[in-house]
């Protein structure tokens, strides 16, 4: 079965502290893996995919086949990185996204 | 840059209404999917469509329905509609060939 797994519901860190959010992932096809960010009262939209390896908004995600993962990494928060996270996983029969239940992320001075 | 409008960003509605939310997207896309958010529950699709008049179901269809007449237009049906469809409701497109979805603004739907 397609899933994605997103552990933590909240993480919340200070300033420039480094933010890691966990997804892991099950599907047997080559997947294609995402990242989804929604500010407050804004729309949900793209911040990674795998498939680009860009850096944007200083975060970065590695797709790890072995560990089934694609955690989404930042070495120093902002407050403006306080937001709604969402992981997903896209697959090669090119349906509907499977989405994580989302991690808040809080960052405080 | 790609657009998806949907038609309210708040309704409220009474229980056993029938109930319309629109969407309406500029890019000429192929698929247009509708989902629900929920505090906990993250992202569960309710319909997708792939083409103009076709329409599959999601993880929880129950309760709705969908309209495809024209591409660029997704209607998501609630027959008659319950408290537990309080929700926010997310409109989707993506082209073919192309995994990545674009995301309307969400209606938040309270059903009283």
């Known amino acids: 079965a397609q899933r994605v797994t997103q552990p933590e519901k909240l993480l919340s860190v200070f300033k420039g502290a480094p933010v890691e959010l966990k997804c892991n992932y099950s599907y047997s096809g080559s997947p294609e893996l995402f990242w989804y960010v929604q500010y407050s009262r804004q729309r949900l939209q793209l911040l990674l995919r795998h498939i680009s390896r860009e850096s944007i908004k200083g975060f970065t995600a590695d797709l790890n086949k072995g560990e089934t993962s694609f955690h989404l990494k930042k070495p120093f928060a902002q407050e403006e990185d306080s937001a709604m996270y969402y992981c997903?996983?896209?697959?090669?029969?090119?349906?509907?996204?499977?989405f994580g239940k989302g991690t808040t992320l809080s960052v405080s001075s | 840059d790609v657009k998806v409008t949907q038609s309210s960003r708040y309704l409220v509605k009474r229980t056993g209404e029938k109930v319309f939310l629109e969407c309406v997207q500029d890019?000429?896309?192929?698929?247009m999917f509708w989902y629900r958010q929920d505090p906990g529950l993250g992202l569960r699709l309710i319909y997708f469509?792939?083409?103009?008049?076709?329409?599959e179901k999601g993880d929880i269809p129950e309760g709705y329905s969908v309209s495809r007449e024209k591409k660029e237009r997704f209607s998501l049906i609630l027959e008659s509609a319950s408290t537990n469809q309080t929700s926010m409701y997310l409109c989707?497109?993506?082209?073919?060939?192309?995994?990545?979805?674009?995301f309307g603004p969400g209606t938040r739907l309270t059903v009283l």
């Open positions: 890019m000429d896309h192929e698929n």
């Open positions: 989707a497109s993506r082209p073919s060939g192309n995994n990545e979805q674009f």
């Open positions: 469509s792939y083409d103009v008049k076709m329409k």
């Open positions: 997903a996983l896209g697959n090669q029969a090119g349906t509907a996204l499977i």
